[in-house]
């Protein structure tokens, strides 16, 4: 028994020691890397998937599976971009206005993962409008954050 109890004090101070720091904020650098690698993964299935779609490629057996992976990694914008590294010096991509917009940077990141599931939806469909139409929403959105929010 006090096996079971010395057990249980150890598994419990190390949760309240371990556990604050999986919730601390990240280092700017590393939530900067983190963001960066999440958007690269966003646009290589959205190539991927245009350069299905315009016939440079012919991968058609790969088409759902850009647009599957495409709406989850989409899912997950919203929480990269939460941490404000405005000013914390670490070079990125990303316009500090993103964290002076408010809630408008969190509704564009909820357009992409909203236009994302409507292409993933579209292209299970087979409908061939409906995919086109996604796609041109899709690629609108898009546009329509970076050209705010995204340093060249």
Known sequence: MKLVVRSALV??????????SAFAEDKADDAVKYRESLMEIVGSHTKSFFG?????????????????????????????????TAGSGVKTAAKDAIWASGSEFTKLAGDLEKAAGDL?????????????????TLGGTCKGCHDKYKSD
Not at 73 to 81: E, P, Q, T, W, Y
Not at 126 to 136: P, R, S, T, W
């Open 11 to 20: 598994a419990g101070l190390v949760v309240t020691a371990v556990l604050p």
């Open 52 to 84: 299905i779609m315009g016939g440079k490629v012919s991968h058609p057996e790969d088409l759902a599976w850009h647009a599957d992976s495409l709406a989850e990694a989409s899912k997950r914008v919203k929480g990269a971009f939460a941490q404000n």
């Open 120 to 136: 993933s939806a579209a292209v299970k469909s087979k409908d061939q409008a409906a995919i086109g139409a996604a796609a041109k």
